[in-house]
């Protein structure tokens, strides 16, 4: 199917669109070569179809102030891209990577590039720090070797990798820089000029000169002697050079005496590099990198050597890799720092990527609870609390596995017989058990999965009656808490999901009978840490490794389980990013998406659907902020916190964060800031609009302003949703007060809303903006709101003392009687305040917090429509939107908590608007 597929590719047309014909034409020609002619053909159209159906949205930006020199287009055609086009052609000839994604990819590392600087120019002190954010297993290892081949043909001399912290992932990703990048196995042939048969890229062409000092070996890291034995004869070679290390101390100490021996000393003594320019590319950045010291003067080892050897050079660039970027944000702001002071790009996942909200969704469902847009995959473990204790380190080494795991390698022999039946027979296939992080229990365990799995194994050879039953009720048959493979694809196929894999199909149990022992003959069970002499050579296995890889930490970060389809995890963190990056069955599963499975704890599912929501508004605040033009240095992100329970990140990690509870509960929230660039301006006129045509016909009216009553409040998170704040203004940020609501309806509080359109009396004709009301076109007057000059400019409205309402607008919604009452009430507290004379108008905080005057199902929205004018635009300018919220005080406050980095905390306005002095507006 795969070659038929990539001959198909080379006759499809890239200059038009493709439609079915085309697809139809071209598949007769391929299914009438002999070798294809068995092939299914609506599989095949599927496959295509599914191929150039991959989407993925534009990745996001934040931009250090000035910071970016752009240069790669003034120098493109120049620049020979040899390195980048036999990669490009690699991925698409010999990893079938979709048309789509290639295209994103060279846009992508195209913008990385021109984010770095122009290595050719001399006599230039330059370096660059920059981040990438991915997602876990998303395909980060392809992204930076199309940026350092980019590199490379644009004049970078010197690549230097840091890869994780264990010998297997260093090891994992040199490999995969031999095949993408260098083009000969480093593990056999350290010298390109000595590379004698075709690897990796050079299939596609040979001749690009390229040395590596380190190779893929499990003991190719760099030592003092690993230059000597290189084949390379001078360093000041014009050739380029590739370094993959580990973050390890030793290594970088000898890396870093190695450099020195190689530079110049200058006329302070001080030794450099002038002669290369310098990709650093740090992948699992928030790993070993950050700075953990409480001296934030001084860097822990490896964090201290990473920058030491940045230093050497005149011209270097740093660029991270990370999916769990929480440790990242928390950095401390310096410029000799590894923090991303100049950019920081935010990826989002292809559409046919597997990740937290496929798997977990943001909610934690029932044992029998299934939802359209979740994989039904996730199988609960309640059987292991002996098999796993608490206190693992005195507790005896079990003599036996739980049912649960039983079950577990039941559907692993499953998965692999399925994969062999849809033509996948020689695809990596892979069992992750990550249960303990001490190797003396996982040694245990091995031995005890072992002997399971060699009973199943010799059932089947065998015909054993009983595993037989065994195998086809984990086949075909439902239990509670357990769906079965058939019941599992056919609901997925019946889902919005169906769509994740054209291979999906429901099988019979004579169809996969026959796959069960073959594929069985050929799983192995491994245990994969320091202690043991196991490997996961995945290269070396040409037909395909089967494998059961029992382990800890070595299997929880950075590498890449191939084929990965079952998963049992019950290894406790209460970190995000280390659970996150535990979640090796996030990823890519071409063909088998339906046939994989997680067995995990309650607990845990519950932990990973809170690190999904937080992992979202990660994102979602990033592209507010870049939509807003923010600097990397202005990330005054809130990371949302798990109560009691979870963490951010190490505690050692997070020593300039602070935490942050925002509530809104009998608060007056407004915006009194905004951002005046047009298209922000548009983006909330254009929602409001959007918004307010759908409230239908207004329920009344009050003088100019419309007022709509019973406004369902999923209507007003919508709109808030879309609504853009400016950047600073955090304390009436949209999103944050749409989670908020989303707690309090779960308490049954906020669930009806009133929201008035507020207007001016008898505006000029050319000082209204359009609405549609009812399905009738209303030119509704613009307010004017005085700039504060102090505060404004520069892109900035300011209001004058920090108030959109005027002061009687916040009673609008009263009844004559609510308002009566909460006028007695502010007459009562002004006299016991000491205060003279009668009140002009209630006293808001009063209003709130009285539940007889706004109860607590109640809040009121007043939307405002103000006239450019007193941002000093000029008056043919779109009026700009901002907003005021009434919330009544509650009874089941839920507070958001955030992290907050605590250089960031001025850009966090917090100053709640004053009850007493609201400015006298006009209207």
């Known amino acids: 199917m795969q070659n038929a597929l990539r001959t198909l590719r080379t006759l499809l047309p890239t200059n038009t669109s493709l439609t079915r014909d085309i697809i139809d034409q071209n598949v007769n020609i391929v299914l009438g070569i002999p070798q294809f002619s068995h092939i299914d053909r609506e599989m095949l159209i599927k496959e295509v179809e599914t191929l150039y159906n991959i989407r993925a949205e534009g990745w996001i930006t934040l931009e250090g102030k000035d910071s970016r020199r752009p240069w790669l287009n003034a120098r493109r055609e120049a620049i020979d891209w040899s390195f980048w086009k036999r990669y490009e052609s690699y991925l698409e000839d010999f990893n079938g990577f979709a048309p789509n994604t290639l295209r994103r990819l060279d846009l992508l590392t195209d913008d990385i590039v021109d984010q770095l600087f122009d290595p050719s120019v001399a006599d230039v002190k330059i370096d660059k720090r920059g981040l990438v954010v991915g997602q876990v297993q998303s395909g980060k290892t392809a992204n930076y070797t199309g940026l350092i081949c980019k590199a490379v043909d ?14 297997n992932l260093r090891a994992q990703t040199q490999l995969r820089l031999d095949e993408g990048f260098l083009g000969f196995d480093t593990q056999s042939e350290r010298d390109y000029y000595k590379a004698t048969h075709e690897f990796g890229v050079s299939q596609i062409r040979k001749g690009l000169v390229v040395h590596s000092i380190t190779s893929s070996h499990d003991l190719g890291d760099f030592t003092p002697k690993a230059f000597a034995t290189s084949g390379i004869t001078n360093f000041d070679t014009r050739e380029p050079i590739l370094l993959v290390v580990k973050k390890n101390p030793s290594v970088l100490k000898s890396l870093l ?24 590319i740090d992948d699992e950045a928030d790993h070993a990198s950050i700075n953990t010291n409480k001296d934030p003067d001084k860097g822990t080892r490896i964090n201290g050597q990473i920058r030491d050897v940045l230093r050497l ?9 990370t999916a769990t970027p929480f440790a990242n944000i928390f950095v401390p702001i310096a410029a000799d720092q590894l923090f991303p002071r100049d950019f920081i790009i935010n990826l989002p996942a292809p559409t046919n990527y597997i990740g937290p909200e496929q798997v977990f969704g943001f909610d934690v469902l029932g044992d029998d609870d299934t939802l359209d847009d979740t994989l039904p995959i996730v199988h609960r473990v309640d059987d292991a609390g002996s098999f796993m204790p608490e206190k693992e380190r005195e507790a005896p080494l079990p003599d036996a596995i739980p049912e649960s795991l039983k079950r577990a390698i039941r559907c692993f022999l499953l998965v692999c017989a399925i994969r062999r039946l849809r033509g996948q027979g020689s695809k990596h296939n892979s069992m992750l058990i990550h249960v303990t992080r001490f190797n003396v229990r996982q040694e245990q365990i091995t ?15 065998q015909n054993d009656p009983i595993v037989l039953t065994l195998m086809r009720q984990t086949f075909e048959q439902d239990s509670p808490g357990y769906l079965s493979f058939r019941t599992t694809t056919q609901r997925i196929l019946n889902s919005p999901l169906q769509t994740l894999d054209p291979a999906m199909q429901v099988h019979s149990w004579t169809d996969v009978l026959p796959h069960l022992y073959p594929a069985a003959a050929r799983i192995k069970v491994k245990e994969i840490n320091g202690r043991s002499g196991d490997i996961l050579d995945y290269y070396e296995e040409k037909e395909g490794l089967s494998v059961i890889a029992i382990g800890g930490d ?49 607990e845990l599912n519950e932990w990973f659907c809170h690190i999904t929501k937080a992992s979202e508004d990660l994102r979602s605040e990033f592209d507010r902020m870049a939509s807003m033009r923010s600097t990397p240095d202005e990330y005054a992100l809130g990371v949302q916190t798990h109560d009691g329970v979870l963490q951010v990140t190490a505690a050692n990690k997070m020593r300039r964060a602070v935490e942050m509870r925002l509530s809104f ?24 609009r959007r918004f307010v045509a759908g409230l239908g016909p207004e329920s009344r009216m009050k003088v100019a302003n419309y007022i709509w009553e019973g406004v369902p409040a999923v209507s007003v998170v919508a709109f808030l949703n879309e609504y853009r704040v400016a950047k600073t203004l955090y304390r009436a940020n949209a999103q944050t007060i749409a989670k908020f609501i989303g707690a309090q309806l779960g308490h049954n509080e906020l669930v009806s809303w009133t929201v008035a359109l507020m207007a001016r009396k008898n505006p000029d004709h050319n000082r209204t903006t359009d609405y549609s009301i009812g399905g009738r076109l209303v030119k509704v007057g613009n307010l004017l709101r005085t700039a504060d000059n102090k505060n404004t400019g520069d892109g900035i409205y300011y209001l004058k003392k920090s108030h959109i309402i005027s002061p009687d607008h916040e009673f609008i919604d009263l009844t004559p009687e609510q308002y009566a009452e909460a006028m007695r009430l502010t007459a009562l507290k002004r006299e016991a305040d000491k205060k003279k004379g009668e009140p002009d108008y209630p006293n808001g905080e009063i209003v709130r917090t009285n539940d007889k005057i706004r109860s607590k199902q109640t809040a009121l929205l007043l939307l405002y429509t103000l006239d450019p004018e007193g941002a000093k635009l000029p008056v043919d300018s779109p009026a700009i939107i901002g907003y005021a919220i009434s919330f009544p005080t509650s009874d089941h406050d839920s507070a958001i908590s955030y992290a907050v980095h605590e250089q960031l905390v001025d850009y966090i306005n917090l100053q709640d608007a004053s009850d007493d002095e609201p400015d006298d507006n006009e209207d």
């Open 154 to 167: 644009a004049g970078f001399k010197l690549v230097i990798v840091l890869a994780g912290v264990h010998n």
């Open 257 to 280: 005496t190695w450099l020195r021996s190689k530079g110049q000393t200058d006329a302070e003594g001080n030794r450099y590099i002038a002669s290369k320019s310098l990709l650093l």
């Open 313 to 321: 050079f005149y011209k270097s660039a740093y660029v991270g890799y």
């Open 447 to 461: 031995e005890l999965v072992d002997s399971v799995f060699a009973y199943y194994k010799r059932g089947l050879d």
């Open 554 to 602: 070595k299997l929880s970060r950075g590498l890449t389980l191939e084929g990965l389809s079952v998963s049992y995890f019950l290894r406790p963190s209460k970190m995000y990013d280390t659970l996150m990056q535990m979640g090796r069955w996030f990823g890519y599963r071409p063909g088998f998406v339906d046939l994989c499975r997680l067995f995990t704890s309650r």
């Open 665 to 688: 509960a009998g608060r007056l929230v407004e915006t009194y800031l905004f951002q005046t660039q047009p298209e922000l301006i548009n983006s909330n006129l254009d929602a409001t």
